[in-house]
């Protein structure tokens, strides 16, 4: 019976790529389903034989940690090059674009709550 190993809703294409070369080279057979031309079904990785669901897991884990390693040394990388966009470099980048924006928000979160503040 199939069993529903990974689901691909929000899945990077490369990291879905990565998965299927790690089941592939370890004779895990799966196969995959797709959302349908209306997106009312399952992106998923499914496998073909549940015996094989807790060698895939304990591969999929290892994998996901291993990523999970390098996403945060890039990040660390980026923060030391000081190429991390936060608040605050963002500001520096656009002043005027910044004020404007916050607001916009001040100015819709007013229109929004206004009137039920009346009510009070």
């Not at 549940?50 to 884990?61: E, K």
């Not at 100015?107 to 009346?118: C, E, K, M, R, S």
Request: with cysteine.
């Amino acid at each position: 019976m199939p069993e529903l190993l990974l689901n691909l809703k929000n899945v990077p294409e490369d990291e879905y790529q990565e998965v299927c070369e790690l089941l592939q080279n370890n004779d895990i057979h799966f196969y995959q389903t797709h959302k349908g031309f209306w997106g009312l079904g399952t992106e998923a990785i499914w496998l073909k034989n549940n015996t094989q669901l807790s060698d895939a897991q304990t591969l999929l884990h290892t994998y996901m940690v291993e990523r999970q390693k390098i996403a945060q040394s890039d990040h660390q990388a980026a923060i030391d090059q000081g190429n991390v966009r936060t608040l605050f470099t963002t500001f520096k980048e656009q002043p005027v674009m910044f004020v404007l924006y916050g607001l916009a928000i001040l100015i819709l979160v007013a229109l929004t709550v206004g009137p039920f503040l009346a009510l009070l």
